[in-house]
């Protein structure tokens, strides 16, 4: 074996010591070669190689840095999208994993002349919240990707519609307990002493409100009628109790009924209105938008085969036979011809198999008619596009 060969020890112990982090002073960032020790480093610097490109360098250096901060800001930004997203983390945090790399881009070869430099520059060029604290700095990645704003602003909007729903129910209870206590007013009795002004007069008593009038006049009169027309005037009397408590009582059930038909299509419109962020179902069709799996699968139908986490689908392309993980961002329904068998995926009839009928193109729905559950034979108009997908 000679003194150079691969697997003398000296070898071995050359590329064991080469492994991991060195010193950053014996490191080269033109050239990018770290050295071992002081002259290995000092041999570096006399070489031929070296000179070159200080040479190249020194014709125009602006250009090396920019292109050096460049580098360092993308990576950086990287790690830190990747690794935290959007939570709010100590900078020293992010930069100890960065340059737990081995390759990574110095930040000596940049215009930043330190870390806490560079974490000011992102806050003023927004691309990330600063905040400085006793603790030291912190950031927060500010994540601009067309498809993050869209799904915020999706949850935004569902937010709003769902606080929007609450508040009508609020109101409509409101008014229930209105018209309850509107119904239950009623005048405060009056009492009086019992007094009767001729011995031989006889004292009636009236329990019903209705009767009032007339049993003061059955009072005042029965001193001067006979016994058959007190009868007479009793059974008036009788008669009209009877037909107030009826009429009252018809009157009331009239009510209850109407507010609880008015409760039950509350009931039923809030159910039909209520929507989830998760649509995803098992053996629907649905198609690939995304461009990030390149043109192979681009506009591509496929077959959802299992559902995970409400979120993630895998998803069988019906040309290929291959099998994909994708969120349900990258996702869209397919809507069928009038005629076939759909799957309703979002609102009150969510989980119903259904037939679609007509189809809106001026606005964006459909007309469908509920095949399963309690409501077959239902049907129903203004299903948006999103709301029901082709089922296999």
């Given at each position: 074996?000679?003194?150079?060969?691969?697997?003398?020890?000296?070898a071995i112990t050359n590329r064991i010591k080469s492994k991991g982090l060195q010193k950053l002073r014996w490191y080269c960032q033109m050239c990018q070669k770290q050295c071992r020790d002081e002259n290995g480093f000092k041999c570096?610097?006399?070489?031929?190689?070296?000179?070159?490109?200080?040479?190249?360098?020194?014709?125009?250096?602006?250009?090396?840095?920019?292109?050096?901060?460049?580098?360092?800001?993308?990576?950086?930004?990287?790690?830190?999208?990747?690794?935290?997203?959007?939570?709010?983390?100590?900078?020293?945090?992010?930069?100890?994993?960065?340059?737990?790399?081995?390759?990574?881009?110095?930040?000596?070869?940049?215009?930043?002349?330190?870390?806490?430099?560079?974490?000011?520059?992102?806050?003023?060029?927004?691309?990330?919240?600063?905040?400085?604290?006793?603790?030291?700095?912190?950031?927060?990645?500010?994540?601009?990707?067309?498809?993050?704003?869209?799904?915020?602003?999706?949850?935004?909007?569902?937010?709003?519609?769902?606080?929007?729903?609450?508040?009508?129910?609020?109101?409509?209870?409101?008014?229930?307990?209105?018209?309850?206590?509107?119904?239950?007013?009623?005048?405060?009795?009056?009492?009086?002493?019992?007094?009767?002004?001729?011995?031989?007069?006889?004292?009636?008593?009236?329990?019903?409100?209705?009767?009032?009038?007339?049993?003061?006049?059955?009072?005042?009169?029965?001193?001067?009628?006979?016994?058959?027309?007190?009868?007479?005037?009793?059974?008036?009397?009788?008669?009209?109790?009877?037909?107030?408590?009826?009429?009252?009582?018809?009157?009331?059930?009239?009510?209850?009924?109407?507010?609880?038909?008015?409760?039950?299509?509350?009931?039923?419109?809030?159910?039909?209105?209520?929507?989830?962020?998760?649509?995803?179902?098992?053996?629907?069709?649905?198609?690939?938008?995304?461009?990030?799996?390149?043109?192979?699968?681009?506009?591509?139908?496929?077959?959802?085969?299992?559902?995970?986490?409400?979120?993630?689908?895998?998803?069988?392309?019906?040309?290929?036979?291959?099998?994909?993980?994708?969120?349900?961002?990258?996702?869209?329904?397919?809507?069928?011809?009038?005629?076939?068998?759909?799957?309703?995926?979002?609102?009150?009839?969510?989980?119903?198999?259904?037939?679609?009928?007509?189809?809106?193109?001026?606005?964006?729905?459909?007309?469908?008619?509920?095949?399963?559950?309690?409501?077959?034979?239902?049907?129903?108009?203004?299903?948006?596009?999103?709301?029901?997908?082709?089922?296999v």
């Amino acid at each position: 074996m000679g003194k150079s060969d691969f697997l003398t020890p000296k070898a071995i112990t050359n590329r064991i010591k080469s492994k991991g982090l060195q010193k950053l002073r014996w490191y080269c960032q033109m050239c990018q070669k770290q050295c071992r020790d002081e002259n290995g480093f000092k041999c570096h610097c006399m070489s031929e190689s070296h000179q070159r490109q200080l040479l190249l360098a020194s014709e125009n250096p602006q250009q090396f840095m920019d292109y050096f901060s460049e580098e360092f800001r993308n990576d950086f930004l990287e790690l830190l999208r990747r690794r935290f997203g959007t939570k709010r983390v100590h900078n020293n945090i992010v930069y100890n994993e960065y340059i737990s790399h081995r390759e990574h881009i110095h930040m000596n070869a940049t215009q930043w002349e330190t870390l806490t430099d560079f974490t000011k520059w992102l806050g003023r060029k927004g691309l990330c919240k600063v905040d400085e604290t006793p603790k030291g700095w912190y950031i927060q990645y500010i994540d601009r990707d067309p498809e993050t704003i869209c799904r915020q602003l999706e949850l935004e909007k569902k937010k709003k519609q769902y606080l929007d729903d609450e508040e009508k129910t609020a109101k409509f209870i409101e008014e229930q307990v209105r018209r309850g206590l509107e119904g239950k007013e009623q005048e405060a009795p009056t009492f009086t002493e019992l007094s009767r002004e001729n011995d031989e007069e006889k004292v009636t008593f009236n329990l019903s409100k209705g009767a009032c009038s007339s049993s003061g006049a059955t009072s005042s009169k029965s001193s001067t009628l006979g016994p058959s027309a007190l009868k007479t005037v009793g059974s008036s009397a009788s008669v009209k109790r009877k037909e107030s408590a009826q009429s009252s009582a018809q009157s009331k059930e009239k009510k209850k009924k109407s507010a609880l038909d008015e409760i039950m299509e509350i009931e039923e419109e809030k159910k039909r209105t209520a929507r989830t962020d998760c649509w995803l179902q098992p053996e629907i069709i649905v198609k690939i938008i995304t461009k990030k799996l390149g043109e192979k699968y681009h506009k591509k139908k496929g077959i959802v085969k299992e559902v995970i986490d409400k979120y993630t689908a895998v998803v069988k392309m019906i040309d290929s036979g291959d099998k994909l993980k994708l969120d349900q961002t990258h996702l869209e329904t397919v809507i069928p011809a009038p005629g076939k068998i759909i799957l309703v995926l979002n609102g009150g009839y969510r989980g119903n198999e259904g037939t679609l009928e007509f189809i809106n193109e001026k606005t964006f729905s459909a007309t469908i008619v509920i095949e399963t559950g309690p409501l077959k034979g239902r049907r129903v108009e203004g299903i948006q596009y999103e709301d029901f997908s082709k089922l296999v």
